[in-house]
C-alpha cells in the first residue's frame, strides 16, 4: 500500500459522491493541486473531524493510489493556526468563492501550486480579518495572476517604459501585452483597448505591491481598472467563473 503523505491544504470544490463520500479538489503546499475522494466522509466524524467543505483550510492525509488520478483521502483535521472567519459576512463569503475558484482556474493538476497555495491562504486570513472590498478584490486578483506567471505592468508604459504620472490624464490597458501604453504610444498599439484614468492606473500598481493584508483599507482602483483586470482574465481563461456574477453583484 502507498504511503500516507500529509500537507496543509485548502478545499477548492467539493461535492458528494455516492451514499456516504465526497469527491474534492484541493491547492495543498506540498503536493500540487490534488483531486481526493473521501471515503465515508458524511458519516465519519472522527476522520473527517474537519468537514471537506469549499474554502476549508485542513491538515490532508492522504494515499495516493497506483492507477486513477483520484487520491484516497484517509483522514482530514484542523491545521495548526486558527482558521479565518469567511463565513460571518455575505462580502467574505462571495470573495472567498470567487478567489478559490479563480486560484483553480490558474493552477494545473501538474505544476507546482505552492505559491498559489500561500497566497490563498493569506488572502483568506486578510480577508477574515479585514473584511471584503473592492481593493481587496483587485489585490488579490494581481497577485494571483502574478504567482501564474501573468505579472501585469500599471506602473510604466509597456512600450517605451516611462513611469505613469498622476498628472497623465489617461493610459491604455492592452490586455495583450499585459499592461498599459501611454497616451504617447497608444498609436502604436492599436490593439483594443481599456482606458484607465492615470490615478486607477497608479492604485493599481500600488495594490499590486502592497502586502495583501493592508489591501482592503486602500484606495481601489476603480471601475475602469476593474474592468481592465476583467478584460485580462477574460483573455486567458477558457470559461467565465461561476462565482462572479454573485461578487459583481456586491461590489
Ligand atoms: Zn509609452
Request: charged content about 25%.
Given at each position: 500500500m502507498p504511503a500516507e503523505e500529509t500537507t496543509p491544504a485548502i478545499v477548492l470544490r467539493a461535492?458528494?459522491?455516492?451514499?456516504?463520500?465526497?469527491?474534492?479538489?484541493?491547492?495543498?503546499?506540498?503536493c500540487g493541486k490534488l483531486g481526493g475522494i473521501a471515503k465515508g466522509a458524511k458519516s465519519s466524524r472522527r476522520r473527517f473531524e474537519r468537514k471537506l467543505e469549499p474554502l476549508t483550510h485542513v491538515t490532508l492525509f492522504f494515499r495516493r493510489r497506483p492507477h486513477g488520478d483520484l487520491v484516497f483521502?484517509?483522514?482530514?483535521?484542523?491545521?495548526?493556526?486558527?482558521a479565518p472567519v469567511l463565513d460571518d459576512d455575505l462580502g467574505k463569503i462571495a470573495l472567498a468563492s470567487y478567489l478559490a475558484e479563480l486560484a483553480d482556474a490558474l493552477t494545473s493538476d501538474a505544476a507546482d501550486a505552492a505559491d498559489a497555495?500561500?497566497?490563498?491562504?493569506?488572502?483568506?486570513?486578510?480577508?477574515?480579518?479585514?473584511?471584503?472590498?473592492?481593493?481587496?478584490?483587485?489585490?488579490?486578483?494581481?497577485?494571483?495572476?502574478?504567482?501564474?506567471?501573468?505579472?501585469?505592468?500599471?506602473?510604466?508604459?509597456?512600450?517605451?517604459?516611462a513611469a505613469i504620472a498622476a498628472a497623465d490624464e489617461a493610459v491604455h490597458f492592452v490586455a495583450a501585452r499585459g499592461g498599459v501604453v501611454c497616451a504617447r504610444c497608444r498609436g502604436r498599439a492599436p490593439e483594443t483597448a481599456v482606458r484607465i484614468a492615470a490615478a486607477n492606473a497608479l492604485a493599481m500598481a500600488a495594490l499590486a505591491a502592497a502586502p495583501l493584508e493592508?489591501?482592503?483599507?486602500?484606495?481601489?482602483?476603480?471601475?475602469?481598472?476593474?474592468?481592465?483586470l476583467a478584460r485580462f482574465l477574460a483573455s486567458i481563461l477558457d470559461r467565465r467563473l461561476r462565482s462572479a456574477a454573485l461578487l459583481d453583484s456586491l461590489m
Open positions: 461535492r458528494d459522491y455516492s451514499e456516504s463520500d465526497r469527491i474534492v479538489t484541493l491547492l495543498t503546499r506540498d483521502i484517509t483522514r482530514a483535521e484542523a491545521p495548526p493556526a486558527p497555495y500561500r497566497l490563498l491562504a493569506r488572502a483568506f486570513d486578510a480577508l477574515g480579518r479585514a473584511g471584503a472590498s473592492v481593493a481587496a478584490r483587485q489585490a488579490f486578483e494581481l497577485n494571483l495572476l502574478r504567482v501564474a506567471g501573468f505579472g501585469l505592468e500599471f506602473a510604466r508604459c509597456r512600450l517605451c517604459a493592508r489591501a482592503t483599507a486602500m484606495t481601489d482602483a476603480g471601475a475602469d481598472g476593474a474592468l481592465a
